[in-house]
């Protein structure tokens, strides 16, 4: 069974702006803080921003500013608005629920590359 499935990434110059989507299953949504999570080869997945499920949120400092969390409930959704993209930004991006016990399996993710 599928629980979370991410999309909306792709390739853009510095400076530029993507949405991702993550659909998560009623179990893994419900009720739970969720996060977007980044990932580059070699590097240990880290997390780059978090959403309780009332909607308070935090960020990784390197993305403070530039990246917003919210979330739909009625949808089961939670996004990642990324603006100003930076090379480093690059990686495959996942989300999850913030807390180790409630997370499902890791989805397939969403490749972000930002490059000129």
């Known amino acids: 069974q599928v629980q979370l499935v991410e999309s909306g990434g792709g390739s853009v110059q510095p400076g530029g702006s993507l949405r991702l989507s993550c659909v998560a299953s009623?179990?893994?949504?419900?009720?739970?803080?969720m996060g977007w999570y980044r990932q580059t080869p070699g590097k240990q997945r880290e997390l780059v921003a978090g959403?309780?499920?009332?909607?308070?949120?935090n960020y990784a400092d390197s993305v403070k500013g530039r990246f917003t969390i919210s979330r739909d409930n009625a949808k089961n959704t939670v996004y990642l608005q990324m603006n100003n993209l930076k090379p480093e930004d690059t990686a495959v991006y996942y989300c999850?629920?913030?807390?180790?016990?409630?997370?499902?399996?890791w989805g397939q993710g969403t490749q972000v590359t930002v490059s000129s």
């Open positions: 999850n629920g913030l807390y180790v016990t409630r997370r499902g399996s």
């Open positions: 009623l179990r893994i949504f419900s009720g739970n803080a």
């Open positions: 959403i309780t499920s009332l909607g308070v949120t």
